[in-house]
T-cell receptor, first 114, second 112 residues
Framework: EPEVTQTPSHQVTQMGQEVILRCVPI?????FYWYRQILGQKVEFLVS????????KSEIFDDQFSVERPDGSNFTLKIRSTKLEDSAMYFC????????????FGEGSRLTVL | GENVEQHPSTLSVQEGDSAVIKCTYS??????FPWYKQELGKGPQLIID?????GEKKDQRIAVTLNKTAKHFSLHITETQPEDSAVYFC???????????FGKGTRLHILP
């Protein structure tokens, strides 16, 4: 069964460092998302991406964040200068876009900022 | 924007009993209501969804109901089993290319 894959599964970084989280969405999907889940809390929307551009972003997704689909298969989330409060599980998700469609989530990348 | 409220935050039920989780939403334009199950260390997985042109949907032991007038929707799990223990999230979306907004989650414990 096709699945969304994310790397790394866990990354530890120093505050102020840049981090890139990578995702490979399901191949025939057209809409891509990043969500964040701080430990024990709800899953929060960060950004949606369609047709090679951001279609919507939340207040959390400030200038420190960026997304890219560099090669037609990978979908990346970059945090330019990490802060302690960026520590969370980051989930990539994708869907076909036909009607609404199920949102398929990856297993997540745990980011720990020290 | 959309706001989804979910209750209870924690629910413990005896194995074999039923569990009910309730959600409300604020945006009357929302028309798609999925429910996700999240097991420890994993990403959320869709277990059932309902669209606003339907009032109820059932899939084996799981059922969802939707009251569009009151902006309420609920998840019902019957004959609960140990493997039902997880965190359950309700969510709402306007559909098409719109984002999905999640509730805060319900941690369900199935007691032996």
């Amino acid at each position: 069964e096709p699945e969304v894959t994310q790397t790394p599964s866990h990354q530890v970084t120093q505050m102020g460092q840049e981090v890139i989280l990578r995702c490979v969405p399901i191949s025939n999907h057209l809409y891509f998302y990043w969500y964040r889940q701080i430990l024990g809390q709800k899953v929060e929307f960060l950004v949606s991406f369609y047709n090679n551009e951001i279609s919507e972003k939340s207040e959390i997704f400030d200038d420190q964040f960026s997304v890219e689909r560099p090669d037609g298969s990978n979908f990346t989330l970059k945090i330019r200068s990490t802060k302690l409060e960026d520590s969370a599980m980051y989930f990539c998700a994708s869907r076909t876009g036909r009607n609404t469609g199920e949102l398929f989530f990856g297993e997540g990348s745990r980011l720990t900022v020290l | 924007g959309e706001n989804v409220e979910q209750h209870p935050s924690t629910l413990s039920v005896q194995e074999g009993d039923s569990a009910v989780i309730k959600c409300t939403y604020s945006d009357s334009a929302s028309n798609y209501f999925p429910w996700y199950k999240q097991e420890l260390g994993k990403g959320p997985q869709l277990i059932i969804d309902i669209r606003s042109n339907v009032g109820e949907k059932k899939d084996q032991r799981i059922a969802v109901t939707l009251n569009k007038t009151a902006k309420h929707f609920s998840l019902h799990i019957t004959e609960t089993q140990p493997e039902d223990s997880a965190v359950y999230f309700c969510a709402a979306s306007r559909g098409r290319d719109d984002k999905i907004i999640f509730g805060k989650g319900t941690r369900l414990h199935i007691l032996p």
